[in-house]
């Protein structure tokens, strides 16, 4: 079962636009990650954000949680087309000896 | 460095032929997971190791097998591939801990017709 699920499934916005996701998921976690894959390719790791910070940013990238709520989000500021991908969260299994990934959000970036 | 590198990256099998898919990486990671990926269902975890010469289950570990002789190389074995197994299989590795961030390989795409 997967702990982590994005919304929206799928998003479209202009090159110069802002484009957010959320993930929520169902137990305590310690950590959340972020982590983009390119078609036909492997995952690249974004970012992290552990479960005592609320905000985070790498480059043009803002990434909260709220622990309280369950839920994380990732904005992606000033999109280019470049930023197309899926985008998915994961975060620690129940046991804490894996992690667990969403089913992602694709991204289109139109120039 | 390399990072984490998968062969072989496409392959086909008939119903019932077994193969192995490698995995190496040179990062000295201890931590090495096999995932596969299918449409609309995000990753799975299959099997995973915490160091040289374990393995544990993952979520959806039937009909594979694994093996860690090597601290770089995770081994993912299928014995009697079925079309259920046409999946793209991903490995990645991690340094710090299981939770940790993972590098990823760039994905072998299996076909079993």
């Known amino acids: 079962s997967q702990q982590g699920e994005e919304d929206p499934q799928a998003l479209s916005i202009q090159e110069g636009e802002n484009a957010t996701m959320n993930c929520s998921y169902k137990t305590s976690i310690n950590n959340l990650q972020w982590y983009r894959q390119n078609s036909g390719r492997g995952l690249v790791h974004l970012i992290l954000i552990r479960s005592n910070e609320r905000e985070k940013h790498s480059g043009r990238l803002r990434v909260t949680l709220d622990t309280s709520k369950k839920s994380s989000s990732l904005l992606i500021t000033a999109s280019r087309a470049a930023d197309t991908a899926s985008y998915f969260c994961a975060t620690p299994g129940a046991a804490g000896n894996k992690l667990t990934f969403g089913g992602g959000t694709r991204v289109l970036v139109k120039p | ?113």
């Open chain 2, 1 to 113: 460095n390399a990072g984490v590198t998968q062969t072989p990256k496409f392959r086909v099998l008939k119903t019932g032929q077994s193969m192995t898919l490698l995995c190496a990486q040179d990062m000295n990671h201890e931590y090495m997971y096999w995932y596969r990926q299918d449409p609309g269902m995000g990753l799975r975890l299959i099997h995973y190791s915490v160091g040289e010469g374990t393995t544990a289950k993952g979520e959806v570990p039937d009909g594979y097998n694994v093996s860690r002789l090597k601290k770089q190389n995770f081994l993912l074995g299928l014995e009697s591939a079925a079309p259920s197994q046409t999946s793209v299989y991903f490995c990645a590795s991690s340094f710090t801990s299981p939770t940790g961030e993972l590098f990823f390989g760039e994905g072998s795409r299996l076909t079993v017709l």
